[in-house]
C-alpha cells in the first residue's frame, strides 16, 4: 500500500468521522479514492460540514477539515436602497431549507432531516483527471447541495468533493430580480421603463483546516513580484498571528494553510491552496469594516461563527475584522470571500438563470505524485 505522506500524527484507529448514518456522508469512488465527513443541520449556515476525511487510490486516510461552511451572504444594492445578510440575519437553515423533489437529485440520493428530503448526494463523471498523448484517464466528483428558499431567491449551496482530493465550495443564485430602480446610473434595463437594479453578491466562506488531526497548521501567502515581462520571484509569508488581507491579481497572491509537522514522501510539507474566485472587489463603508480585506485567518474560537452580525455575548467581535486582534496562529481558521456584481440583463426575466460563485481547495504536496493511476 501506498502512504502518500510519512509521518501520522493521528491515531490509525480513529481514522474516520464521529458521527453515523444518517449524519454520515461516506463516498467511494470507482478508484478507490473515498470521502467521509459528517453534516448537521442548522437555522443560520442552513447545513454545516465537520470531520471530512479523504482518502486517496491505495493510500491512508487523513483528516483535512475540522469544518466548513457558508458564513455570510452579503447582498449590497448600487443605489444604496438595501442591504441583506443571509445567512446571520435571516438565516438558510429551518423553514428556509427546501424540501427536495426527486427530479431534483437526478441520478442522486436524497438525504433527509426531520421530514424534509434537504441534501442531494450525487457521483458524476468530471472529465479529464489528465490526458497524455493517447493515455488518458477520466475522473470522479461527489455533489453534496441544498437549497435555500427566500422571497425572490433560491440559493444553491454546493460542496463539491473530487477523487484527487480537490474541494470545490459553490454559492449558486438564482430565482427573480428583486429590485427595481428609475436610476439608469444605477441599472440596467430589462423591460420597456423597467430597470433592475445592480448590486453585489458576497459569499463569505469559513474554512477550518485540521490536516492529520494535529492543530499545527501554517497559513502562508504567496505571491510572485515583478510585472509584465520582468522575471517574477516569488515570496511566501507565513502568518504568525491574526491577518487581514486583500487580494491582489497582479502579484497572482493566492495561499495555503499546511501541516508543519505532515510531509509526503517526497519529504514536503502536506499543503491545500486556496485559490480565490471573486469576479469583483467589494469596499463597502466605515460601517462594514469587513469588506476592507478579502480573506482573514484568525485563531480558532466557537463564538466566532459568521463573518458579519456575528453574536457579541461573551466579548465577540462583531464581525471578521474585530476577530483580528493579535492572536497567535495555532489552530487558524480562513475566511474567504467569493464576489460577483450582479449586472441585470433581459435574460434575468421572468426567472433567473443560475449563476455560480466558486472558490476552489486544491491539494499541494499531499500526494508525492499524481493520486489518480
Given amino acids: 500500500m501506498l502512504t502518500p505522506w510519512l509521518a501520522m500524527s493521528w491515531d490509525a484507529a480513529m481514522a474516520a468521522p464521529s458521527c453515523v448514518a444518517p449524519a ?32 486517496p487510490v491505495n493510500g491512508t486516510e487523513i483528516l483535512v477539515l475540522g469544518q466548513v461552511n457558508l458564513a455570510e451572504i452579503h447582498i449590497s444594492y448600487d443605489d444604496n436602497s438595501a442591504d441583506f445578510f443571509d445567512v446571520s440575519v435571516f438565516g438558510m437553515g429551518g423553514v428556509r431549507l427546501s424540501d427536495l ?14 421530514t424534509k428530503d434537504i441534501l442531494c448526494q450525487r457521483i458524476d463523471g468530471r472529465g479529464y483527471a489528465y490526458k497524455l498523448d493517447a493515455a488518458q484517464v477520466q475522473g470522479e466528483e ?13 440559493f444553491v449551496v454546493r460542496y463539491t468533493f473530487r477523487d ?3 474541494i470545490e465550495l459553490a454559492l449558486g443564485l438564482t430565482g427573480e430580480l428583486a429590485k427595481y430602480t428609475p436610476n439608469a446610473n444605477h441599472g440596467w434595463e430589462v423591460a420597456a421603463g423597467s430597470l433592475g437594479t445592480n448590486h453585489v453578491h458576497a459569499a463569505w466562506w469559513r474554512i477550518d483546516f485540521d490536516l492529520g488531526g494535529s492543530i499545527d497548521d501554517v497559513v502562508e501567502e504567496i505571491e510572485f513580484t515583478g510585472s509584465g515581462n520582468a522575471r517574477r520571484t516569488m515570496v511566501i509569508t507565513p502568518y504568525a498571528i491574526e491577518t487581514a488581507r486583500p487580494f491582489n491579481f497582479a502579484t497572482f497572491r493566492f495561499w495555503r494553510v499546511r501541516d508543519d509537522l505532515l ?9 491545500y491552496d486556496i485559490l480565490p474566485g471573486s469576479r469583483a472587489l467589494f469596499r463597502g463603508t466605515v460601517n462594514e469594516p469587513w469588506t476592507a480585506a478579502d480573506i482573514y485567518a484568525t485563531e480558532d474560537d466557537p463564538c466566532e461563527m459568521f463573518a458579519t452580525h456575528n453574536p457579541v455575548a461573551g466579548g465577540c467581535g462583531s464581525d471578521v475584522s474585530m476577530f483580528v486582534d493579535g492572536e497567535t ?15 441585470p440583463r433581459d435574460e434575468d426575466e421572468p426567472q433567473m438563470p443560475i449563476h455560480w460563485l466558486e472558490t476552489e481547495l486544491e491539494p499541494r504536496d499531499l500526494h508525492a505524485e499524481n493520486p489518480i493511476p
Fill in 24 to 55: 454520515l456522508v461516506d463516498q467511494t469512488f470507482a478508484n478507490g479514492a473515498r470521502w467521509q465527513m459528517c453534516w448537521t443541520e442548522t437555522l443560520n449556515e442552513g447545513v454545516v460540514l465537520t470531520e471530512v476525511w479523504y482518502t
Fill in 101 to 114: 423533489a426527486p427530479e431534483e437529485c437526478d441520478g442522486g440520493t436524497l438525504i433527509t432531516s426531520g
Fill in 142 to 154: 461527489m455533489e453534496l447541495w441544498y437549497d435555500s428558499q427566500f422571497n425572490h431567491y433560491n
Fill in 164 to 166: 484527487d482530493g480537490s
Fill in 263 to 271: 510531509v509526503n514522501a517526497d519529504g514536503h510539507a502536506i499543503s
Fill in 329 to 343: 496562529l495555532t489552530d487558524p481558521v480562513v475566511w474567504i470571500v467569493d464576489a460577483f456584481h450582479h449586472v
